[in-house]
Each structure stands twice: as structure tokens, then as C-alpha cells.
């Protein structure tokens, strides 16, 4: 037995024990366990990243890769105090799984002969399991396919989701695959995660049958990469970057780059030796993908957790770079935040901080309410003044305005209780927060004080019938959404048929003329869309909420999602519903019954798009829609009421592949083929607007015979009206626009471009 120094949690030298560090782990090599503990020893700072604030299962081999091993997830009592533990409760039993942030750490799980390092794709969040924070798509070869198919995949899975703006990461796993790892720009749900990778998975069979399955079974992989997606479940473990494989060979995860990846036929896993030595000469190829390890010359502070969830190059928020210091300790804001959700933050400065809270349905206006507050992150005191939109892709995306601000006095400040007499324009009065599980708590108004007159503004969802007994104009409803489904064999009896708009989902609100426009994430986007104040116009005389989207309609007359994110000020107003009329509250009506409220409506609205229903049943509505190009068809009962914000089963909606004609305006160079990729757009009002990149659906001779004619035409500007990113402009040789095709696609992303196009071959110029 020995001791060494390594790095620990804070940056200072810890003693790690070690013993039979001579001991053979890899008979075939040699490799002992000393030099197991010295490569991840080497390895730490590349490696930590993608380990860090993660919950670490070890599959250890204590006699050698030749003999039984064991996963190990529960943290022995024996363990050093100074590694970081948090408990897990599973289904059948709670768990105390190390989070391992040092190089310390790597040698003690060297030490136990722990070749294999798991973790999933989120972290933790103090105590509880947090979002996850990227996807992993595991590329495993059926019988017959090996590395190099499964190279093929990783680049198809990589067009795909560079075209919704997702970035890829290459790992080849050290045992038979390749593993993808994509961070993600927002937080998703527990099962969120899993959903978005199983529809690229979904998609990539539907496309490449004959390369890709999405299906578990075995008996289906024969000559087939089978896509994983189910790694992204929380219960679920990967191996982790850089981690050491327990194999014959002393493999290792190794990231790798593209350019290797395109030259599939060399491609191989590597020991870990040749990992370290990549390391020494590249840098850390995923260090994209995961934030630095906080290291102890920027000690945690009241911040820390505020900081690591905002980049200040991308938010106008403040973001502090040193420690908080305290002011006068009495002052308080509340915000009203249009995010994915619309709430209101109540903030109040406490030791130099922001102590915040999350209330979504606005601060109780009678002390017979109890409202959820969920406890946030502490924010910066420079919070207090800070009002604007938090631009897309980032933490709390969304518009942000001062709702009420001033002094406050505290009565009780405890753990889990929390008494302050408020002193601010709307905001007075003793209010109490009082903590009921975790980070849920409750927001009460105390009686000692009156009752302020209930406000439309502080709940905007919320429909109370006035003394006249009529309802109040509600604003902040979000949309109904569709569920996704089967509609051939639905009947014409019960359900009425529409088609699924191209555009983008709005709800209007106009009162006596001022028009309000809000995403379905709650945003008000009224600036966006200046053509609809023609329908304020026309619909002055009347108080109403509307449910449809903004569409733009091209040269054929079919809406075009990509038109629109490129022009919006030629969109019009396409409505499907009717929420709320003249003091009259519609949501719980039948769909029929606000269906004939829309259409009279609509009668005296020249400028308001109410299209008439498709025909039933399901099957003759589908074959309509496919027929005609549109995006899909959305059914609902006739006798369903609407449901703000969720997503019913008395809607269901059915997409269609989606067929477009484009023009080729560029295409991208490639070392290994004719081209990567053409570059395509839509001809509209004189003018080609780029929708995307098309690299897939070609045969050999295709390509040839493309890139011959598309060589002679090339030009020196692009010729395309809108304007392409750099990553998009990237490798673009440009040509004059003169071959017409017609190409296959899942979608529209939310940038306008094509997600996921296929090449079907060239147009007819007669059609």
C-alpha cells in the first residue's frame, strides 16, 4: 500500500491510497493497473467535463478483463470523505452514487480497478436530478455491419440535426460503435429527451430502411447500424467520454473528428495510449460540449449556479463576475416573465443576492389563495433594474418586465419560512412563502391586510365572472395542442377535419382595436407581423381572442413555412377557433358551436383566413391533403371543448412526408465524393429564397452528372435574396440557379429551412 498526491475537489493535493499497481488488468497487452490510474491521472482535464455533476456507475474487473466483473453504483462506506455523493431514490431502493470533479477522483476509481466510467446525460441539480443537458444517439452494428456503416449513420444523424441547429460530437466507444453526443440549447423534460432522439431515430429508418433500424429487437439488425436512442432515459448510463474500455484490448471512448468519420475506411477504435497522445497533440475534441470544471481560483459563491446557467456574450441579463456584496437588504422586485410559460419571479435581496422565487399564476390577490412559488436560483442584485427580452436558446428565454418593485421588512426568515410585509405600487402588505416539498413552496397573502381588487393582469388565465355576469377579456391563454396519432380510421360522425397549417401558431388578441399577438410559448410577437393590423381594423368593434397561425402562401398557393421565416410582413392570418367574444367566455363550447361563431365572424373580416374543413372520413381527409402537398391533417370531435394549453386527445393531428419543389443555387465540396450537399431555394415573387441543404437520395450516376453541369454554370456571389449564415455559406461553391428538382422532407425547422430533405430527381419542366 502507497500514497500519492493527486488534485482534488478544490484544486489542493489529496492523498489517494494505492496498491498492486504491477497487477495485470489486460493480459493481452500487459497493461497494469498502474498505468490504468496514470492515464486517467493524464486524462482528467479533458475528461472531467463530461463527468462532472453526473451520478458515476463503475463497471469494475478486479481480477483483469479476463475474468468476471460487476457494475457497482452505491458508494462504499469505505470511500474518501472528500469525494461528492448524492442519492438517487429508484424504484425499488435509494442509491448514494459518487459525482466524480477531480483527478483525485479518477485515480480512486482507477484504484478499484473501475475501467468503465458510466454516466447519464443530466446533472444534478443541487440535490435532485436536474435537465438533461445533451443527447446521445449510440450507433450499435448488427451481424454483417461494423465501424464503418456505422460511420455512414453518424453522418446522416449529423445532417439531420444540423439542419433543426444542433451541433453533433463523434465518439467511437472502444467496444463495437460509435456514440453521438449533441448539447442541448434548452432544458428538456425528464422524457423529453428520449422523445426528440426517438424521432430522429424514427426518421433516419423511414429514410434509410435498408442502413438504419430504430427497433431493439436483434432479429431485425442484420447488416443494420441499430440508432439507440433510449440512452437518453434518466434511469439510463452511457460509457462516458474518454473512459477506459474492460475489453481485450485496452480501448478507450475516443472523440473524434468528422474528416475521420468521412474516411470510414481506416476508421478503427483506439487504445487508450493513442487516446492520451491525441489529447497532447489536438486539445479536447469535445470541448464544445460540455463547460469547464470550476477550479479553485474561481471559488464558489452565492452566484455559482446562477452564472453556470447564463453565457453573458449571448444574454443582456447581468452577469456578474465577482462574488456578490450586500446593499441595504430591503429592497424587492417582481417580474412578469413571458417564457416557455408565462409567471411572475419575485425577488427579494437578502446577504448581497436576489433570493427568487417562480409564481405562475402571478402573487395571491385574497388570503383564500395559495399560490405555488418554486424556488429559483439566487440572482444578482443588478436584477433589481433589469427588464428586456432574453433572446432564444437561452436559459429563461423570453420577454421580461418590471411588474412591481420596492421595500420590503422581514418578520421570519428560516429554512422553510419566510414572513415579509411588502411596501411597492401593487405589491403591500404581509405576505408569507412557506415551504412545502423541495423547491415548491407556497405564496399566501395574510389577512391582517385589505383586499386589493382582483386584476386581470395578475391572473391572466383565470376566467371570474363579473357582477354584469359577464367574463373578463382574458389574456395569456395559451394554445390547445394536437396529439399525434392515426387518422385514417376515424369517421366523419363524430370528428371534423382541417388541414395542419404550414406557419407559425399565434393567438390574437383584439380589443376594441389594439391588437395582441402571442406564441404559443407566451411571447408577444405583435411587431413581427404588421399586415395583421388590418384585422384589428376590421374586428374594432368587438373584444375577442382567436386561435390560428401565421401563414405565408406561395406561388401554388400552398403554405410555406420557409416563405414565412423569410418574409413575415407577407404573412395573413389563417384562424381555426374562436377562444372569447364580446364578454363571453367560448373555451368550454363545442368545436362546432365556436366553429359557426368563427365563420359569422369571418363574414365581416375580409382580411381573416377561415378555410373551409376537408371532407371525411380520416382516410379521404389524409388523401386530400397528401394530394395537394399540405402539411398534414388535423381532426377533431365535434362536441370537444378547448383545453388552454394541453395537449388533448379529442385533437389529433397526422404530418405527412412533405414533397417540395426547389431550385439548386449552390452546392458543397467534398473530398470523398462529387459533393456533400446542394444547395437549394424557392422561387418566390421574382425572387430565390435559400430553404436548405440537400446531401442525400442521389445515386452514384445522379451525382456525376449533377456535378458536371452544375461545374460549368459556377458563379462568383450567391444567388440567393435572404441571407445564409457562415456555417451555411461554408464550403459553397455558387452556380447559377437553372436545375429544378423535387425533394422529400420531414419538416420545416424554425430558421426556415428544410429538415431532413431527400432527393427524389429532377423536375419536369413542364410541371
Known amino acids: 500500500m502507497s500514497r500519492r498526491e493527486f488534485a482534488g475537489p478544490d484544486g489542493r493535493g489529496v492523498d489517494v491510497e494505492l496498491s498492486n499497481l504491477d497487477k495485470v488488468l489486460y493480459p493481452a497487452t500487459g497493461t497494469t493497473k498502474g498505468e490504468v490510474i496514470a492515464y486517467y491521472s493524464a486524462i482528467a482535464s479533458a475528461m472531467l467535463p463530461h463527468i462532472a455533476g453526473r451520478p458515476v456507475t463503475r463497471k469494475r474487473w478486479p481480477n483483469g478483463v479476463d475474468e468476471p466483473s460487476f457494475f457497482e453504483k452505491n458508494l462504499p462506506a469505505h470511500a474518501p470523505s472528500w469525494i461528492e455523493r448524492h ?126 433500424t430504430a427497433t431493439m429487437a436483434k432479429s431485425v439488425r442484420g447488416g443494420k447500424v441499430f440508432l439507440d436512442w433510449s440512452q437518453n ?224 393582469e395578475v391572473e391572466p388565465r383565470i376566467l371570474r365572472p363579473r357582477a354584469n355576469g359577464a367574463a373578463p377579456f382574458p389574456r395569456g391563454l395559451t394554445p390547445m395542442l394536437a396529439t399525434p396519432g392515426d387518422i385514417a380510421d376515424l369517421d366523419g360522425g363524430d370528428w371534423c377535419f382541417e388541414t395542419k397549417w404550414d406557419g407559425f401558431r399565434l393567438i390574437a388578441e383584439i380589443d376594441g382595436g389594439a391588437l395582441t399577438l402571442r406564441s404559443r410559448a407566451g411571447n408577444v410577437l405583435t411587431a413581427r407581423y404588421p399586415s395583421f393590423a388590418t384585422l384589428a381594423k376590421e374586428l374594432s368593434a368587438h373584444r375577442v381572442v382567436l386561435d390560428g397561425e401565421a401563414v405565408v402562401f406561395d406561388d401554388h398557393g400552398v403554405a410555406n413555412l420557409g416563405l414565412l421565416r423569410a418574409d413575415p410582413a407577407r404573412a395573413v392570418f389563417v384562424a381555426f377557433d374562436v377562444l372569447h367574444l364580446d364578454g363571453t367566455s367560448l373555451i368550454r363550447k363545442r368545436y362546432t358551436d365556436r366553429r359557426r361563431v368563427l365563420e359569422a365572424l369571418a363574414a365581416n373580416s375580409p382580411s381573416m383566413v377561415v378555410p373551409p374543413r376537408l371532407d371525411g372520413p380520416g382516410e379521404a381527409a389524409l388523401e386530400y391533403s397528401l394530394r395537394h402537398g399540405l402539411e398534414g391533417v388535423v381532426a377533431k370531435r365535434k362536441d370537444s371543448v378547448y383545453l388552454p394549453g394541453k395537449r388533448g386527445h379529442a385533437w389529433v393531428k397526422e404530418r405527412n412526408w412533405r414533397v417540395q419543389r426547389v431550385v439548386v443555387g449552390g452546392w458543397r465540396r467534398s473530398d470523398v465524393r462529387d459533393f456533400k450537399s446542394l444547395l437549394v431555394g424557392i422561387r418566390y415573387d421574382g425572387k430565390l429564397y435559400y430553404v436548405g441543404r440537400v446531401g442525400t437520395g442521389f445515386g452514384d450516376a445522379d451525382m456525376r452528372d449533377l456535378a458536371r453541369r452544375l461545374g460549368g454554370s459556377e458563379r462568383a456571389t450567391s444567388p440567393f435574396h435572404n441571407e445564409l449564415t457562415a456555417e451555411e455559406r461554408k464550403e459553397a461553391v455558387w452556380v447559377t440557379p437553372r436545375v429544378e428538382a423535387t425533394v422529400r422532407f420531414m419538416n420545416w425547422t424554425e430558421t426556415g429551412r428544410l429538415w431532413h430533405p431527400a432527393w427524389l430527381g429532377e423536375a419536369d419542366a413542364a410541371s
Open 233 to 456: 432515459n434518466p434511469a439510463k448510463t452511457t460509457i462516458a467520454p474518454y473512459s477506459m474500455r474492460g475489453r481485450a484490448e485496452p480501448n478507450a471512448a475516443a472523440p473524434r473528428t468528422w474528416d475521420e468519420l468521412e474516411d470510414r475506411k481506416n476508421l478503427r477504435h483506439l487504445h487508450f495510449d493513442e487516446v492520451l497522445a491525441r489529447f497532447a497533440d489536438h486539445g479536447d475534441l469535445l470541448a464544445d460540449l460540455d463547460p469547464p470544471v470550476r477550479t479553485a481560483e474561481t471559488p464558489p459563491d452565492a452566484l455559482t449556479k446562477y452564472r453556470s446557467m447564463r453565457d453573458p456574450t449571448r444574454t443582456p441579463e447581468p452577469v456578474p463576475s465577482t462574488a456578490p456584496i450586500s446593499g441595504p437588504g430591503d429592497r424587492f422586485v417582481v417580474q412578469e416573465h413571458h417564457a416557455r410559460r408565462l409567471h411572475w419571479d419575485v425577488r427579494l435581496e437578502r446577504d448581497g443576492v436576489l433570493v427568487s422565487w417562480a409564481v405562475p399564476k402571478g402573487p395571491p390577490t385574497s388570503p383564500d389563495q395559495n399560490r405555488l412559488a418554486v424556488h429559483t436560483e439566487d440572482h444578482p442584485l443588478e436584477y433589481l433594474d433589469f427588464h428586456g427580452a432574453i433572446p432564444r436558446g437561452q436559459y429563461g428565454a423570453g420577454e421580461m418586465t418590471i411588474w412591481d418593485r420596492g421595500t420590503y421588512e422581514t418578520e421570519k426568515w428560516r429554512a422553510d419560512e419566510v414572513i415579509v410585509t411588502f411596501h411597492g405600487d401593487r405589491l403591500t402588505g404581509r405576505y408569507a412563502f412557506i415551504r412545502t416539498n423541495g423547491k415548491q413552496w407556497l405564496m399566501h397573502l395574510m389577512r391582517e391586510h385589505r383586499e386589493p381588487e382582483p386584476s386581470a
Open 87 to 212: 442519492g438517487v431514490e429508484h424504484s425499488d431502493r435509494r442509491v448514494v452514487y459518487p459525482v466524480i470533479d477531480s483527478e483525485a477522483g479518477l485515480a480512486w476509481i482507477g484504484q478499484q480497478a473501475a475501467l468503465e466510467v458510466h454516466v447519464p446525460q443530466w446533472r444534478f441539480d443541487g440535490d435532485e436530478r436536474g435537465a438533461a443537458t445533451r443527447l446521445v444517439f449510440d450507433l450499435d452494428p448488427g451481424p454483417g455491419a461494423g465501424l464503418a456503416e456505422c460511420a455512414r449513420v453518424a453522418l446522416l444523424v449529423r445532417e439531420m440535426i444540423e439542419e433543426i441547429g444542433l451541433r453533433a460530437f463523434p465518439v467511437t466507444s472502444g467496444s463495437k460503435g460509435i456514440h453521438l453526443y449533441v448539447p442541448l440549447t434548452r432544458a428538456l423534460s425528464p422524457g423529453g429527451a428520449s422523445t426528440v432522439a426517438k424521432q430522429v431515430a424514427a426518421n433516419l429508418e423511414k429514410l434509410h430502411p435498408d442502413l438504419v
